[in-house]
């Protein structure tokens, strides 16, 4: 049965980081279920400014999964009313916003994404999601932050400076980026004690996750079954920076060059590309990321400015 459309009672709007793999998995839950939202890119630790409005409104009800997260942490979804000017309730972590869309937006031609393959594998993609999350999605964080500011941060201190002038984001918040992104950049790698040890450990972790994936991909078209699920758009979002996904194969933003990485790192895009489950990935984005459809309105601050 289809149940009734919310837009009427609700405007949501979606904060998200422009190069996070988590965020990407939020971006990808709404374009899968069409529901309507206004948007907001922002960028590593200046996102606290907006988040902590939210968060001091103390109406999110859930504890997220994610222990290296934090309350202020994207992506995250805020339910206004039909008006937008009050706010209900928030989401602070990608897997409670595609539950919420799955529970109140699924319909015929977009079915629930945790029972699309039967109610009989349901448990099975909640299990995959959450490993893809803890264990996958953990793993690109530090492979990302130690490839682009420690192994290859000559040739990708440019690129990861004008992330935010090449995606849009608010003038304000760009030019700040652009001015301390050395400085944030190091911050964000000493507060997750992301060492050269751990960057080895990351790639050794996305190169098991991959021969997990494609393993369940040689006896079914999609990782629980035969339909999309939850653990496919969590799988492909999650991959997309270790698969170096450029905008052109179907990333809706702007990503990095593949001068921005090391020959180790480019050498592990071709690798990962190579295998069954790469392969997969890279049809998702193709095939069923709505590639092409632009993003929703996006919303802005100080006078247009963040």
């Known amino acids: 049965m289809t149940k009734p459309p919310r837009e009427s009672s609700h405007t949501y709007h979606l904060l998200s980081i422009a190069f996070s793999h988590f965020n990407e998995k939020a971006r990808w839950a709404f374009s899968y279920y069409r529901a309507p939202y206004t948007h907001q890119l922002l960028l590593p630790w200046l996102h606290i400014f907006t988040t902590k409005p939210i968060v001091d409104k103390e109406v999110c009800t ?5 222990s290296r997260s934090s309350p202020f942490s994207t992506p995250c979804l805020a339910d206004y009313d039909a008006s937008g000017t009050h706010l209900q309730e928030s989401f602070h972590d990608s897997h409670d916003i595609l539950v919420y869309l799955s529970e109140n937006f699924s319909a015929p031609e977009h079915v629930n994404l945790y029972t699309s393959c039967g109610a009989e594998n ?4 909640y299990d995959l999601e959450k490993r893809y999350d803890e264990v996958l999605g953990k793993a690109v964080i530090d492979f ?6 420690v192994v290859n941060k000559w040739r990708a201190m440019l690129p990861f400076a004008c992330v935010g002038f ?4 608010g003038m304000l918040q760009s030019l700040m980026w652009f001015g301390l992104s050395p400085l944030l950049g190091r911050m964000i790698t000493a507060v997750l004690d992301i060492t050269p040890e751990r960057y080895q450990k990351a790639m050794e972790t996305c190169r098991e996750e991959f021969r997990r994936a494609s393993n369940l991909l040689e006896t079914s078209q999609y990782l629980a079954g035969d339909c999309l699920s939850a653990a496919d758009i969590t799988f492909a979002a999650l991959s997309f920076i270790i698969l170096g996904i450029t905008h052109e194969e179907g990333y809706q933003l702007h990503s990095f060059s593949s001068n921005t990485w090391s020959s180790q790192g480019r050498a592990l895009h071709q690798e990962l590309r190579a295998t069954k489950a790469g392969q997969h990935v890279l049809r998702l984005f193709k095939e069923e990321r709505y590639f092409g459809a632009p993003l929703p309105k996006q919303k802005r601050t100080l006078l247009g400015l963040w």
């Not at 859930?62 to 994610?66: A, F, G, N, Y």
Request: aromatic share 10%.
């Open 122 to 125: 349901e448990s099975k993609v």
């Open 144 to 149: 990302f932050y130690h490839e682009l500011l």
């Open 62 to 66: 859930r504890e997220s999964r994610d």
């Open 166 to 169: 090449r995606n849009r984001v």
